[in-house]
């Protein structure tokens, strides 16, 4: 396993202090996918890399991409760069991502005998370049922010696993869900066990926050989505490690169309809850009240439009949300590779402008 890095005091800790909902002189702000392909210099670095995955095993460029908005942005927090999908990987599924596809998996989990030759990876050999990476991303922060460290969840995982990549209608989990419910049951308990120790394993290297990406939650019924979804999300967060250094490390969790479901979310263990844009946002937190933090939740199609509308549109999701501390402000999903940066840019100055108003320290 990668050495953990040396703890520094951190210049900005709002994010930290949101997520556990501590007073803030202004809303942090940072964007999934901040690192990624809308910015050129990511281009450039994935060209040089060869390939996406090479990009995400090689540690010195997935720092160089982490960092990468954090020198055009005054952003928040830095995020890891990688993928939801190391574990399988890690799985032996043969991974890769075809061009206008993509991830795709040469080896689906289809059968019994598939589920039960699954390893669970261990972070410090399969997955070594993950935590790698966020030891010299930490080491080259300096303490200037928080760095986030994430994983996918189990039904997240076990769809693309099971599919053998990305799917409009999940037929093929959805028939194992119903049809054999005990498979799929096995296969997300292992999903399960490899998450934790993989999430720990960034804690250990340096990350100071975490993130579980349910992307795929949304897709359930409320009752599946109970039993497949949310009942591992609690079993990781209960097993996850809960300080490092002398300091908490959050959770936030996020499940993509998961508004109805933000009550038993809420109960779950994670400090935060990711909120996407089909929700409104003061809505959330009434109904959540004080028990968890909240993270979201511009629409990210709102960069396309001029800057001057980014910034009503950010007034109003600050206004939604209201006066108080445990507001992440956050896109409602990852920012669209055709996004020009300089609205980017547009909405994180919003913020950092009109945000202050809201806050009392």
């Not at 935590?131 to 080259?140: H, N």
Request: glycine letters at 10%; a negative charge; proline letters at 7%.
């Amino acid at each position: 396993m990668a050495e953990s890095a040396v703890p520094a005091p951190l210049d900005n800790d709002r994010l930290l202090r949101a997520l556990l909902r501590e007073p803030l002189d202004r809303t942090p702000v940072w964007m999934m996918r901040q690192a990624g392909r809308y910015l050129p210099e990511y281009r450039k670095l994935r060209q040089q890399a060869g390939s996406f995955l090479a990009l995400c095993q090689n540690p010195e460029l997935a720092c160089a991409v982490t960092l990468q908005p954090l020198e055009r942005f005054p952003l928040d927090a830095a995020i890891l760069f990688s993928d939801i999908l190391t574990i399988p990987h890690a799985m032996g599924r043969g991974l890769y991502f075809a061009a206008g596809e993509g991830p795709r998996f040469e080896r689906p989990v289809r059968t019994e005998s598939d589920i039960r030759a699954l390893p669970v990876p261990d972070p410090g050999d399969s997955l070594r370049y993950v935590t790698d990476a966020v030891s010299l991303i930490r080491r080259e922060l300096c303490g200037r922010v928080p760095l986030i460290g994430f994983a996918g969840s189990p039904w997240t995982l076990a769809t693309y696993m099971v599919e053998g990549g990305s799917s409009k209608n999940f037929a093929l989990a959805k028939a194992m869900l119903y049809g054999r419910p005990d498979l799929m049951h096995q296969l997300l308990e292992k999903l399960a066990q490899s998450v934790t120790s993989y999430l720990n394993a960034q804690v250990e290297a340096g990350a100071q926050a975490l993130m579980i990406f349910d992307t795929w939650g949304g897709v359930l019924t409320p009752a599946a989505y109970r039993e497949f979804s949310l009942r591992y999300a609690e079993q990781i967060i209960a097993g996850l490690l809960k300080s490092r250094g002398g300091r908490r490390v959050p959770v936030v969790f996020f499940t993509k169309n998961g508004g109805p479901w933000l009550e038993a979310m809420s109960e779950t263990g994670a400090d935060a809850l990711g909120v996407d844009w089909t929700q409104d946002i003061g809505d959330a937190r009434r109904r959540v009240g004080a028990r968890v933090a909240l993270q979201g939740n511009l629409d990210p199609g709102v960069l396309y439009a001029p800057p001057d509308v980014i910034r009503e549109h950010v007034a109003s999701v600050l206004e939604e949300y209201g006066h108080g501390s445990g507001h992440v402000f956050n896109l409602g999903h990852g920012i669209h590779p055709e996004v020009d940066p300089e609205h980017a840019r547009a909405m994180i100055e919003a913020v950092h402008t009109l945000s202050p108003g809201y806050h009392t320290t």
